[in-house]
Nanobody, 118 residues
Framework: QVQLVESGGGLVQAGGSLRLSCVVS????????MGWFRQSPGKEREFVGS????????NYADSVKGRFTISRDNALNTVYLQMKNLKPEDTAVYYC???????????WGQGTQVTVSS
């Protein structure tokens, strides 16, 4: 069974940095992509960015381009979300997800809270 476990969330001041990790287990992910999403109270979950497991092609939401970077370590089955120049509006629960390319997001982690203070 596929499992995703996020870690690395916390409280940081505006302008600071955090790195989130997502460890994936329970499957082979050659044709998969990994994604990061976030959800703030009262808002819908929104896409942050994604990376293809094979090839490493990335895609980002406009709101985080230039500040967030997604990378992966296939040997460790881990995907990272490096967040820099954080803003209070980045405060949210961050989720990682995975799924076959072109077939949506079939598996989700439990989420990790990121709080950015002004």
């Amino acid at each position: 069974q596929v499992q995703l476990v996020e870690s690395g969330g916390g409280l940081v001041q505006a302008g600071g940095s955090l790195r989130l990790s997502c460890v994936v287990s329970g499957g082979t992910f050659t044709n998969y992509r990994m994604g990061w999403f976030r959800q703030s109270p009262g808002k819908e979950r929104e896409f942050v960015g994604s990376i293809r497991i094979s090839g490493g092609i990335t895609n980002y939401a406009d709101s985080v381009k230039g500040r967030f970077t997604i990378s992966r370590d296939n040997a460790l089955n881990t995907v990272y979300l490096q967040m820099k120049n954080l803003k209070p509006e980045d405060t949210a629960v961050y989720y990682c997800a995975t799924g076959v390319i072109g077939r949506g997001w079939g598996y989700w982690g439990q989420g990790t809270q990121v709080t950015v203070s002004s």
